[in-house]
């Protein structure tokens, strides 16, 4: 028989002092059914987790089933239900990052180093996916304080420091992004919105959405557009593609660019309201993100509530559009059968324009100063920029904005070369989704469909480079088990195929001929691109790597 989740408060049991307790901790948000994550991250920030008691009074207050509040708040891996015969979790959470460039620079020796040193009643050691900091592998977070190119000193050091919140970088706020002319084109825009060639700039572009799907970007305009309104935008700064760190890139450092990009994008499908959905791994963000929309409210260039952020709480999945969508309306992040696409039925069944912060970022300068400042830039027949993040092996990682043709030896070279004592061997060209490429395949242009070949594809642009250093199996076996982690489980070839293939590239030796009937029945029959993509780090290594997928013992 199944155990009764809320089998200790009924509702005729709850005291009103605590109903009054947890409304008064829940005001100003307002009691709806979509603002439940944001509830429940209220709810996790003052008390560390979420009892069964306080889900109970939450589902009241929401007037919603109790299950329901249960099954979206043990969908996200940022909350912790505590049942009523459980232990609270410690006050203290360090997080480890466990993905590919961390590994790569021994974030599993440091974690048990941290567990040996900390885990304790007041403190607990978890692993976590990218943080989008793989620039400075490895990472750690204490709270919500990263630590970049952490080892035992430095975590010791914050924690007795007491350094939990996040660092907020120098950015360029709405004074200065004003005082250089910020806004202006958005107001000569309004001032001229029946001229309907307002952004030719960006159909001469070309600019094409930079999330991984590459769709054109003003061709989805026309297309949401044409959609009966009312209509909503939704900016996509979930960024969970191990490798990527762009997005968080721009909004560290010039976020109104971003913003001014994505009100001319919101005026174009005439958006009713614009939600942001920023991933819960970017503390900073969504501070910076609070201040400065304020500031465009005070300003008079945006409405009271027209930009709704919605914080994510963990879940890689929800950076699949459709899942993102289900997460803004309060659900687990489940994507959706298409069609209908989001742009025709988006959040509460309206059409939504959904962009990816670097798609929204490229909007501004393209419309701003014209399309030459994205098409000037030609190299191997491709025409544009890319932002490469780049990790791994490199002496210089970071975030290299280079032609968009550029091959992984420009790419190297940008970097500052190998580091000492490697050499190249291998590279993921577009986030783990887009699996292992060899180092003979140098002389590819890392862009939109010229990866096709290769099957696999540019994705977000995020590069890690592998060295001889490196075991294929071993980085092949770090991607399956993050799509492991974060498949949603709604259909079963990715669920049980991603368990399934872990499972068998743990082994020995691989079985290869099963792994591949495994790689055609999550390609064929998965509902989303987690499912249908998380089989190129295998088809990638059985046709690059073959000799190497035995274990070295
Ligand atoms: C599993 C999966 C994860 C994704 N994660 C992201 C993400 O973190 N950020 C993002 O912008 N797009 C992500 N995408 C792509 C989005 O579904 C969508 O195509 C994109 O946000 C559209 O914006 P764009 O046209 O500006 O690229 C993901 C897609 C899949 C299948
Ligand atoms: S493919 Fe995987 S992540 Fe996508 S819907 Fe199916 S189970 Fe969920
Ligand atoms: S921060 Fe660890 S891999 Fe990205």
Avoid at 229 to 246: C, I, M, Q, S, W
Avoid at 469 to 497: W, Y
């Amino acid at each position: 028989m199944k155990k009764k989740m809320f089998n200790h408060f009924e509702e005729k049991e709850i005291p009103k002092e605590d109903l009054n307790f947890l409304k008064n901790l829940l005001y100003p948000i307002e009691l709806r059914r979509d603002l439940l994550i944001e509830h429940l991250h209220v709810i996790q920030d003052h008390f560390g987790y979420l009892s069964e008691k306080n889900l109970t009074l939450l589902s009241k207050l929401l007037k919603i089933s109790k299950v329901e509040v249960y099954e979206v708040a043990s969908f996200y891996a940022h909350f912790d239900i505590v049942k009523n015969n459980e232990v609270a979790p410690p006050n203290l959470t360090i997080r480890v990052c466990n993905s590919l460039s961390c590994e790569l620079s021994g974030s599993k020796e440091l974690e048990a180093e941290l567990l040996e040193e900390f885990n304790s009643k007041e403190v607990r050691v978890l692993k976590a996916p990218c943080m989008g900091r793989c620039f400075a592998a490895p990472t750690v977070e204490i709270s919500h304080y990263h630590v970049d190119k952490a080892n035992i000193t430095k975590v010791k050091d914050a924690i007795i420091n007491k350094r939990i919140n996040p660092v907020i970088p120098n950015y360029e706020n709405y004074e200065s992004y004003i005082n250089k002319g910020g806004y202006k084109k958005l107001n000569e825009i309004i001032s001229n919105i029946n001229d309907n060639n307002w952004y030719d700039s960006l159909i001469k572009s070309d600019l094409r959405g930079l999330g991984g799907a590459g769709f054109r970007t003003a061709k989805k305009w026309q297309l949401v557009s044409k959609e009966k309104g009312p209509r909503y935008l939704a900016v996509n700064g979930d960024e969970g593609e191990p490798g990527t760190f762009k997005d968080r890139h721009y909004l560290e450092t010039e976020p109104h660019m971003f913003l001014e990009g994505m009100l001319m994008a919101s005026l174009a499908v005439s958006a009713e309201k614009c939600f942001i959905y920023m991933r819960d791994e970017y503390p900073a963000i969504l501070k910076i993100l609070k201040v400065e929309i304020a500031k465009l409210e005070d300003n008079k260039i945006i409405s009271k509530n027209f930009i709704d952020v919605r914080r994510g709480a963990g879940a890689y999945i929800c950076g699949e559009e459709s899942a993102m969508i289900e997460s803004i309306e309060g659900k687990r992040g489940l994507p959706r059968h298409r069609p209908p696409f989001v742009g025709q039925v988006g959040i509460f069944g309206r059409p939504t324009l959904v962009h990816n912060v670097e798609t929204l970022y490229w909007v501004t300068k393209i419309i701003r100063d014209g399309p030459q400042v994205f098409t000037n830039t030609k190299k191997n027949n491709c025409i544009g920029l890319r932002s490469y993040s780049v990790s791994g092996r490199v002496k210089k990682p970071g975030l290299y904005l280079l032609p968009s043709g550029s091959t992984i030896l420009d790419i190297i070279y940008t970097a500052g070369g190998m580091i000492e004592g490697h050499t190249f061997k291998a590279y993921q060209p577009g986030g783990a989704s887009s699996g292992i490429l060899p180092a003979s395949l140098n002389n590819v242009p890392l862009d939109f469909d010229t990866l096709n070949e290769h099957n696999t594809f540019i994705g977000s642009a995020a590069v890690v480079i592998l060295s001889n250093h490196d075991e294929i199996r071993q980085v092949a076996l770090n991607m399956i088990e993050f799509f492991k982690a974060e498949s949603c489980g709604q259909c079963t070839p990715c669920r049980v195929g991603c368990e399934k293939a872990a499972t068998i590239m743990n082994e020995k030796e691989w079985d290869i001929p099963l792994l591949e009937d495994l790689c055609e029945v999550m390609e064929s029959s998965s509902i989303c691109g987690l499912g249908q993509a998380a089989t190129n780090p295998i088809r990638s290594s059985i046709k690059y790597f073959s000799d190497e997928l035995k274990k070295h013992v």
